[in-house]
């Protein structure tokens, strides 16, 4: 007689179970690019918190705990984030900066900032690269590429899954590039000012009058000259519209609007700290800033 036993399942062999990398980004439009990658996989750590500056943010301990325990850091660069810089020398986890997967990068126009004295050029990050290129939906695209080939050489069993994710999402990042330019058709020829110098590549991008900055890139308050300088701007009737920016005070700015006819604009939010993490950040993002601009340009 033939007997069966039956094992416990606990004892049995099973396959061993694929990891998936330990994932952390430093802001809403990386996270969503990256949720967008690992899918139903994982869900990467953002650092980042809503309402906060991404260019002096001080990191919780909890925070410095899922950095120590990721596989992988995927980040802007040290342009934009230099905390976060400072935290990841002593980590081990891995680095992955986008900015040096980029196909579109800009320099900062130093003769928009000529007129500061030397003071206030020497506080501002003046290597002149600009850090914002997830504005730019080219940049996007690529960075989910890239994204995507680190996570498949950590996590090869799943580097199918990365990759049809990766490219799922671009078509939906370039998709998104024609409603956008579709959008500001109207907007394009209006020159404006922002409160803060990071639209330089969603500018570029899509064609509009950008008339210049108030303040340098990394945010930093602006010397006297060339507040002077935008001010006459201003009055002559070369601006159609100023715009300040979410988590800044526009008190400046409004002084630079003065009595004359141009309009102040709603407050553009170029990082995403005023919306909602997840993988439908970087659209909102790109959406909200081309609906801000557009709503004040095409009724000037």
Not at 116 to 128: C, K, L, N, R, T
Not at 134 to 152: G, T
Request: net charge negative; with cysteine; glycine share 8%.
């Amino acid at each position: 007689m033939r007997y069966i036993i039956s094992l416990p399942l606990a004892i049995l062999p099973l396959p061993l179970m694929a990891e998936v990398p330990a994932v952390v980004t430093d802001i809403p439009p990386v996270h969503a690019l990256v949720s967008h990658v690992m899918g139903d996989l994982g869900a990467p750590v953002l650092l980042l918190e809503k309402g906060a500056d991404e260019h002096d943010f001080q990191l919780r301990p909890s925070q410095m705990q899922s950095i120590a325990y990721a596989d992988v850091v995927i980040w802007v660069g040290r342009e934009l984030t230099p905390w976060l810089d400072r935290a990841l020398e002593g980590s081990a986890a891995a680095s992955l900066p986008l900015l040096d997967a980029s196909p579109v990068l800009r320099s900062y126009d130093e003769a928009d900032h000529a007129n500061e004295s030397d003071a206030d050029h020497d506080a501002h990050v003046h290597d002149g690269l600009d850090p914002h290129a997830w504005l730019d939906p080219k940049n996007a695209a690529a960075w989910l590429e890239v994204i995507a080939a680190d996570l498949a050489q950590r996590d090869p069993e799943h580097a199918a899954v990365y990759a049809g994710n990766a490219a799922r999402a671009a078509a939906q990042v370039m998709a998104l590039d024609g409603e956008i330019s579709a959008s500001l058709a109207r907007a394009k020829p209006r020159p404006f000012i922002t409160q803060h110098d990071a639209y330089g590549y969603f500018t570029a991008h899509f064609g509009l009058a950008y008339a210049g900055a108030l303040s340098a890139g990394d945010a930093a308050a602006p010397g006297a000259a060339h507040v002077q300088e935008l001010q006459a701007q201003v009055a002559g009737g070369r601006v159609v519209c100023l715009f300040p920016e979410a988590q800044h005070d526009p008190a400046l700015l409004t002084q630079v609007q003065g009595g004359s006819t141009a309009r102040m604009g709603g407050a553009l939010d170029p990082v995403g700290s005023t919306i909602e993490a997840g993988p439908a950040a970087y659209a909102t993002l790109l959406r909200g800033l081309a609906q801000t601009l557009a709503d004040c340009l095409n009724s000037a």
